[in-house]
């Protein structure tokens, strides 16, 4: 089974740009999450979809946002960017559902790594 | 909001030796589950363990056991027989029990970073 691809590896862009960033979950996962990944910050999460709905949202600006397409591939767009954007975004994905009490393991993606210049 | 605390940002173990990366949390939940995750210089996160609040037996995954003390609310990690292979950054993660409101969002600790020596 393929695991959690993510395109592009790598990007730069410049301040006040706009950037999409695209996720394939595993073959059969609907919930797809984005995570953030900065040196100061961490590892913070951006939200979750499930079959194509937000199903929860961290707490970032509403320059970030998100959607999912009918095939659980997931996109996420960063309008205006700032310097304080340059980060890996890891994308995750789960079979979940919630009638489902146990655990289902997060599969991270490769990641992409975005430089705000 | 849940916090995840690593309070060791950085341990070193010998090859074959044992090593205990620390990790305490704070949440008001009873039910949740908690993660080990290994991220190497690829960047690609790779879940080393889980464990969830409801199940009083430690979890153990071939070399890698936790010690689970949810009234300390404590989850350390246990890396039996180290390989080199096992440098890398390790976080703790706190998920709350899924609900149609909490969906799948992990709250990371800041990582802990183990460098393997020969």
């Known amino acids: 089974k393929a695991g959690v691809t993510q395109t592009p590896r790598y990007l730069i862009k410049t301040r006040g740009q706009q950037v999409t960033l695209s996720c394939s979950p595993i073959?059969?996962?609907?919930?797809v999450s984005w995570y953030q990944q900065t040196p100061g910050q961490g590892l913070q999460f951006l939200f979750e979809?499930?079959?194509?709905?937000?199903?929860n949202k961290g707490n970032f600006p509403g320059r970030f946002s998100g959607r999912q397409f009918s095939n659980s591939r997931s996109e996420m767009n960063v309008s205006t960017l700032e310097l304080g954007d340059s980060a890996l975004y890891l994308c995750?994905?789960?079979?979940?559902?919630?009638?489902?009490?146990?655990?289902?393991?997060?599969?991270f993606g490769p990641g992409t790594r975005l430089t705000v210049l | 909001a849940q916090t995840v605390t690593q309070s060791q940002p950085e341990m070193s173990v010998q090859e074959a030796e044992t090593v205990t990366l620390s990790c305490t949390y704070d949440?008001?939940?009873?039910?949740?589950?908690l993660f080990w995750y290994k991220q190497p210089p690829s960047r690609q996160m790779i879940l080393v363990i889980r464990?969830?609040?409801?199940?009083?037996q430690n979890a153990t995954e071939n070399r890698f056991s936790v010690n689970f003390q949810k009234a300390a609310k404590s989850f350390s990690l246990k890396i039996s027989d180290s390989q080199l292979g096992d440098a890398a950054m390790y976080f703790c993660?706190?998920?709350?029990?899924?609900?149609?409101?909490?969906?799948?969002?992990?709250?990371f600790g800041k990582g802990t970073s183990l460098l393997v020596t020969p």
């Open positions: 949440t008001s939940e009873s039910d949740y589950y």
């Open positions: 464990q969830e609040a409801y199940k009083q």
């Open positions: 073959s059969g996962h609907r919930s």
């Open positions: 979809y499930f079959s194509e709905t937000q199903r």
């Open positions: 993660a706190y998920r709350k029990p899924q609900n149609s409101n909490s969906g799948y969002a992990l709250n």
């Open positions: 995750a994905s789960s079979n979940s559902a919630l009638a489902r009490k146990d655990t289902d393991t997060q599969y």
